[in-house]
């Protein structure tokens, strides 16, 4: 189905007309980003059509390339071995999956290095890939972009960190404005001589410092985007006893990162990195990230903690995109994509919320997005077997690449879906993750999939509607009308599952037909 081809005549809603088959959006299908940091080096290629981030190809090296440059001054002599082989096999893969030229950058450790640009003469040389070196406030303003890319209009306090380097940004009406860079990467940090108490004194001046430099309003959103930041929160998840392990868009408070500092200090670090699946490497630098972000707490007082898995490599790739792209709305561009690509009637899901959205007239505008979301992806898992399918849209949605979307959220559009495709929805498993959702939520999430049950059952074409439903809670009644053309569809079993939503709303159903 070609979305640039429908006609101007059809209402969009408010979610406007699907973009990713435009051609400037085509354009960004298979984009190859290489980010050489201090600590790893990782190629990711973007399948970038979709709006939110899907992840082709994601690979991670772990190389160190900035390990012990306080004292020598030059990249790390086993971690430049390792980043020349990693890059050149990424150049390698690039060319056999047939994408343009890799776009490469360079961050602290390459920078900082006085043998630098030796590395980069010796990249292009062996492998055919040109570094480029961004200076920290550069690094800064990417990360802030790949935060957009999944939150766009943010408000808040971007903070990177990187092994040699931490990056601050400051974002407002969705763009980025001030910009810092300091020596807070966890490499750096245990190079200092004098033991954990000079290491905290640093730090402290130097996070005071960076206060003191940014415009930060106290009560704002901190962003937390690099990977000892998320090993951090995996921890937390951890001891949480968390049910959700999805880093992005995790939430912590300053209460909770204090008690995980104390437990990552107290703890068996071999222990514990085997069962948060944390690398050696990694976990090594999160003791000293964790006395950083006690720091960063009790200096800028943020109102709480988003945990962002998109960062400078995301970044890269909403530098790509176009103005019309950036501003649209990640989650429902993706379900879109989603739709387009997987189920049997794409287009239809539009015609789907239109014929629920009746149930919730007082839905705001952050609702009416998850509710457009699953009649989306109401139809895109009817290859599985009929026996999970329930179960694997449940998995699909909270478990997804996809941006824009609480934690609550997820587990909200995913016991919609289960319900689309089953009335029976109690399981063990998920029971911890439905404890996220308040009874309100639970019913509303039976609500939508019981009427997308029904409304699955009324398909005629992508672009024609089949009736429509009107519920008047104050008199319990609900009505579904449907055209003549229509009628043939209505069943036994589509007589089945309006009954059922319609004892879901405590209401009398009415069908008529016509007009």
Same mark, same amino acid.
Not at 8 to 32: C, M, N, T, Y
Not at 111 to 124: I, Y
Not at 181 to 199: D, H, M
Not at 265 to 273: F, K, Q
């Given at each position: 189905?070609?979305?640039?081809?429908?006609?101007?005549?059809?209402?969009?809603?408010?979610?406007?007309?699907?973009?990713?088959?435009?051609?400037?959006?085509?354009?960004?299908?298979?984009?190859?980003?290489?980010?050489?940091?201090?600590?790893?080096?990782?190629?990711?290629?973007?399948?970038?059509?979709?709006?939110?981030?899907?992840?082709?190809?994601?690979?991670?090296?772990?190389?160190?390339?900035?390990?012990?440059?306080?004292?020598?001054? !030059?990249?790390?002599?086993?971690?430049?071995?390792?980043?020349?082989?990693?890059?050149?096999?990424?150049?390698?893969?690039?060319?056999?999956?047939?994408?343009?030229?890799?776009?490469?950058?360079?961050?602290?450790?390459?920078?900082?290095?006085?043998?630098?640009?030796?590395?980069?003469?010796?990249?292009?040389?062996?492998?055919?890939?040109?570094?480029?070196?961004?200076?920290?406030?550069?690094?800064?303003?990417?990360?802030?972009?790949?935060?957009?890319?999944?939150?766009?209009?943010?408000?808040?306090?971007?903070?990177?960190?990187?092994?040699?380097?931490?990056?601050?940004?400051?974002?407002?009406?969705?763009?980025?404005?001030?910009?810092?860079?300091?020596?807070?990467?966890?490499?750096?940090?245990?190079?200092?001589?004098?033991?954990?108490?000079?290491?905290?004194?640093?730090?402290?001046?130097?996070?005071?410092?960076?206060?003191?430099?940014?415009?930060?309003?106290?009560?704002?959103?901190?962003?937390?985007?690099?990977?000892?930041?998320?090993?951090?929160?995996?921890?937390?998840?951890?001891?949480?006893?968390?049910?959700?392990?999805?880093?992005?868009?995790?939430?912590?408070?300053?209460?909770?990162?204090?008690?995980?500092?104390?437990?990552?200090?107290?703890?068996?670090?071999?222990?514990?990195?085997?069962?948060?699946?944390?690398?050696?490497?990694?976990?090594?630098?999160?003791?000293?990230?964790?006395?950083?972000?006690?720091?960063?707490?009790?200096?800028?007082?943020?109102?709480?903690?988003?945990?962002?898995?998109?960062?400078?490599?995301?970044?890269? +790739?909403?530098?790509?995109?176009?103005?019309?792209?950036?501003?649209?709305?990640?989650? =429902?561009?993706?379900?879109?994509?989603?739709?387009?690509?997987?189920?049997?009637?794409?287009?239809?899901?539009?015609?789907?919320?239109?014929?629920?959205?009746?149930?919730?007239?007082?839905?705001?505008?952050?609702?009416?997005? =998850?509710?457009?979301?699953?009649?989306?992806?109401?139809? *895109?898992?009817?290859?599985? !077997?009929?026996?999970?399918?329930?179960? *694997?849209?449940?998995?699909?949605?909270?478990?997804?690449?996809?941006?824009?979307?609480? !934690?609550?959220?997820? *587990?909200?559009?995913?016991?919609?879906?289960?319900?689309?495709?089953?009335?029976?929805?109690?399981?063990?498993?998920?029971?911890?993750?439905?404890?996220?959702?308040?009874?309100?939520?639970?019913?509303?999430?039976? =609500?939508?999939?019981?009427?997308?049950?029904?409304?699955?059952?009324?398909? +005629?074409?992508?672009?024609?509607?089949?009736?429509? +439903?009107?519920?008047?809670?104050?008199?319990?009644?609900?009505?579904?009308?449907?055209?003549?053309?229509?009628?043939?569809?209505?069943?036994? *079993?589509?007589?089945?599952?309006?009954?059922?939503?319609?004892?879901?709303?405590?209401?009398?159903?009415?069908?008529?037909?016509?007009?």
């Amino acid at each position: 189905m070609n979305q640039q081809s429908e006609p101007d005549s059809i209402d969009w809603g408010p979610f406007g007309r699907p973009l990713f088959e435009d051609p400037a959006a085509q354009a960004l299908a298979r984009v190859g980003v290489v980010d050489v940091g201090s600590n790893s080096v990782r190629l990711v290629v973007f399948d970038g059509a979709a709006r939110s981030p899907a992840y082709f190809y994601n690979e991670k090296i772990m190389c160190a390339l900035g390990a012990g440059m306080s004292q020598t001054g !030059h990249l790390n002599p086993e971690g430049r071995k390792r980043a020349v082989s990693a890059i050149r096999r990424f150049a390698a893969l690039a060319k056999g999956m047939g994408i343009p030229p890799l776009t490469a950058v360079a961050t602290a450790a390459v920078r900082e290095a006085t043998d630098g640009q030796d590395f980069r003469d010796e990249v292009l040389r062996e492998t055919g890939v040109k570094l480029w070196v961004i200076d920290g406030r550069e690094e800064a303003r990417l990360s802030a972009q790949g935060v957009l890319l999944g939150w766009p209009g943010s408000y808040g306090l971007v903070c990177d960190i990187g092994g040699s380097s931490m990056e601050l940004a400051d974002l407002a009406e969705g763009k980025v404005g001030q910009r810092l860079t300091s020596a807070l990467g966890p490499l750096k940090l245990r190079e200092i001589k004098g033991g954990k108490k000079a290491i905290k004194a640093y730090v402290r001046a130097t996070v005071q410092d960076l206060h003191r430099d940014m415009n930060f309003e106290t009560g704002m959103r901190l962003f937390l985007v690099g990977g000892s930041w998320r090993a951090i929160a995996r921890i937390d998840m951890e001891r949480r006893s968390y049910p959700l392990t999805v880093l992005h868009e995790y939430r912590m408070s300053s209460r909770q990162i204090s008690m995980t500092a104390e437990y990552i200090r107290t703890s068996d670090l071999t222990e514990l990195r085997g069962r948060c699946h944390i690398s050696d490497s990694r976990m090594s630098l999160v003791p000293l990230a964790a006395i950083v972000l006690k720091e960063l707490m009790r200096t800028f007082k943020p109102k709480d903690v988003a945990v962002s898995s998109y960062g400078i490599r995301e970044g890269m +790739l909403y530098e790509q995109m176009p103005r019309a792209l950036r501003e649209r709305d990640p989650l =429902i561009e993706a379900c879109r994509f989603a739709e387009n690509k997987d189920a049997r009637l794409p287009g239809f899901g539009r015609i789907l919320y239109d014929f629920v959205k009746p149930l919730f007239p007082r839905a705001n505008w952050q609702r009416k997005r =998850i509710i457009k979301a699953a009649c989306l992806l109401h139809d *895109v898992s009817w290859r599985a !077997h009929p026996d999970y399918r329930a179960e *694997v849209t449940f998995d699909n949605a909270t478990r997804a690449n996809l941006g824009g979307l609480k !934690h609550y959220e997820r *587990v909200l559009l995913g016991l919609a879906l289960m319900n689309r495709y089953s009335s029976k929805t109690t399981s063990p498993r998920f029971d911890p993750l439905f404890a996220m959702l308040t009874p309100e939520q639970i019913k509303e999430a039976e =609500i939508l999939g019981k009427a997308m049950r029904l409304g699955a059952m009324l398909w +005629l074409t992508a672009d024609e509607q089949p009736g429509t +439903l009107t519920w008047h809670r104050k008199a319990g009644a609900l009505t579904l009308r449907l055209t003549e053309h229509a009628r043939p569809l209505y069943g036994e *079993v589509a007589e089945v599952r309006f009954n059922a939503l319609a004892n879901a709303l405590n209401a009398t159903g009415t069908v008529k037909f016509g007009g």
